[in-house]
């Protein structure tokens, strides 16, 4: 199976400000990489699909990018709406659909 | 609008059964395959099943092998997963999910439900 490991699992950061968030897969995935935002008691939601295509109504702000092993989830200008927690997740092997351990961004 | 609405989560003892049920509206539910995803209480995202659009081909993760059976009814828009044995780490909110892909089999899962609670504990 194929293993994610997002870094870092955690990070603080400030409204305004340009984070990335790192997804890195046990073996060559090529570009089957999709992100999840996750807010607290709410389901996850599909933000990029492909390494780097905006999912329909996300904001132009995420960017996704990285293919092979290492992939990135980078958000600019942070908004209030933002801090969550994000999940990678392979489609290149499966099953079984492998998520990574996710990544908390708060203030 | 696509919606999903899971139901039938509960509390049961370790070795009990539980049937979730998730209803499907706003799209053609037999055009697609359906997947469950749980997270136990302050956890990751874990994968559970697949099924394909006409039930043909289901996949599991390895912990429920032989334990949680996947269906669905295209009649009735709706998907299932069918949980025997439980034991306490099956624990977890159960999601389900439409998965659906782009270019060259992409899978992703694009639409989820509210998620149910399963409890299991004496």
């Known amino acids: 199976d194929i293993q994610m490991t997002q870094s870092p699992s955690s990070l603080s950061a400030s409204v305004g400000d340009r984070v990335t968030i790192t997804c890195r897969a046990s073996q060559s995935i090529y570009n089957y990489l999709n992100w999840y935002q996750q807010k607290p008691g709410v389901a996850p939601k599909l933000l990029i699909y492909?390494?780097?295509t905006l999912q329909s109504g996300v904001p132009s702000r995420f960017n996704g990018s990285g293919s092979g092993t290492d992939f990135n989830l980078t958000i600019s200008a942070l908004q209030p709406e933002d801090f969550a927690t994000y999940y990678c997740q392979q489609s290149y092997s499966t099953p079984p659909d492998t998520f990574g351990q996710g990544t908390k961004l708060q203030i | 609008e696509v919606q999903l609405v899971e139901s039938g989560g509960g509390l049961v003892q370790p070795g009990g059964s539980l049937r979730l049920s998730c209803a499907a509206s706003g799209f053609t539910f037999g055009a697609y395959w359906m997947t469950w995803v749980r997270q136990a209480p302050g956890k990751g995202l874990e994968w559970v099943a697949n099924?394909?659009?006409?039930?043909?081909?289901?996949q599991y993760v390895d912990s429920v092998k032989g334990r949680f059976t996947i269906s669905r009814d295209n009649a009735k828009n709706s998907l299932f997963l069918q949980m025997n044995s439980l034991r306490v780490e099956d624990t977890a909110v159960y999601y389900c999910?439409?998965?659906?892909?782009?270019?060259?089999?992409?899978?992703?899962?694009?639409?989820w439900g509210q998620g149910s609670l399963v409890t299991v504990s004496s």
């Open positions: 999910a439409r998965r659906d892909y782009s270019n060259y089999r992409l899978w992703y899962f694009d639409y």
């Open positions: 492909g390494a780097l």
């Open positions: 099924i394909k659009q006409d039930g043909s081909e289901r």
